[in-house]
């Protein structure tokens, strides 16, 4: 079993920065894959990025390519978003999902066995 607790959401102006934070807890994360979805209100919810355990491996949307990055640390068993040129499009609860891969491609949530309960991410134009 493997929980997950997103933070660092809030309110940023159009064109800023925020670095997200989902820390893992539970069990190893060895071979695990960790990704981050969004949902936005009224819309359904989409991937964002995932990153392999090795760090080696990072697949994008291609909405947040060039401006999102994802990176993990795994001796704090956490994995981090960080998101610049942020834009009013950008505001959703942002979630992070976790399950035994070796792919960064897992790019839908069925595909996902854990996930954390959201943080929410708001950019004002």
């Known amino acids: 079993q493997v929980q997950l607790e997103e933070s660092g959401g809030g309110l940023v102006q159009a064109g800023g920065s925020l670095r997200l934070s989902c820390a893992a807890s539970?069990?190893?994360?060895?071979?695990?894959?960790m990704g981050w979805f969004r949902q936005a209100p009224g819309k359904e919810r989409e991937f964002v990025g995932a990153?392999?355990?090795?760090?080696?491996?990072?697949n994008y949307a291609d909405s947040v390519k060039g401006r999102f990055t994802i990176s993990r640390d795994n001796a704090k068993n956490t994995v981090y978003l960080q998101m610049n040129s942020l834009k009013p499009e950008d505001t959703a609860v942002y979630y992070c999902?976790?399950?035994?891969?070796?792919?960064?491609?897992?790019?839908?949530?069925?595909?996902?066995?854990?996930w954390g309960h959201g943080t929410q991410v708001t950019v004002s134009s």
């Open positions: 999902a976790a399950d035994w891969s070796l792919s960064s491609k897992l790019m839908f949530e069925y595909e996902y066995k854990y």
């Open positions: 990153i392999t355990w090795t760090g080696r491996s990072t």
């Open positions: 539970g069990r190893t994360l060895s071979g695990i894959t």
